[in-house]
């Protein structure tokens, strides 16, 4: 299993950081067939061999994800797919 820890800050208000990660959720879910689902401020995502979840913070969003074995090989593509999307929304 491979993990992805990304901390990335950003200086939006709460409502429009929340619009925000929703729109990255429904990217990864078009581009990696994700389910997602607000717990909280937390959004959470899940497919077969991915389960993460995007933590919305006041000055920061804190993105984690656990990789199953096959997904593993395709952390490097999988985690710049998230940061250049963060970068674009945030």
């Known amino acids: 299993m491979s993990a992805i820890d990304i901390r990335h800050t950003?200086?939006?208000?709460?409502?429009?950081?929340?619009?925000?990660?929703?729109?990255?959720?429904k990217t990864l879910s078009e581009?990696?067939?994700?389910?997602?689902?607000?717990?909280?401020?937390?959004?959470?995502?899940?497919?077969?061999?991915?389960?993460?979840?995007?933590?919305?913070e006041p000055e920061q969003l804190h993105v984690t994800a656990t990789l199953g074995f096959?997904?593993?090989?395709?952390?490097?593509?999988?985690e710049a797919e998230i940061r250049r999307v963060l970068s674009e929304k945030f």
Do not use: C, N
């Open 31 to 56: 581009r990696f067939d994700v389910d997602y689902r607000w717990d909280g401020d937390t959004l959470r995502f899940t497919r077969s061999g991915v389960d993460g979840r995007i933590a919305l």
């Open 10 to 25: 950003h200086t939006l208000p709460a409502g429009k950081a929340r619009k925000a990660v929703e729109q990255v959720a």
């Open 70 to 78: 096959l997904l593993s090989a395709m952390k490097g593509p999988i």
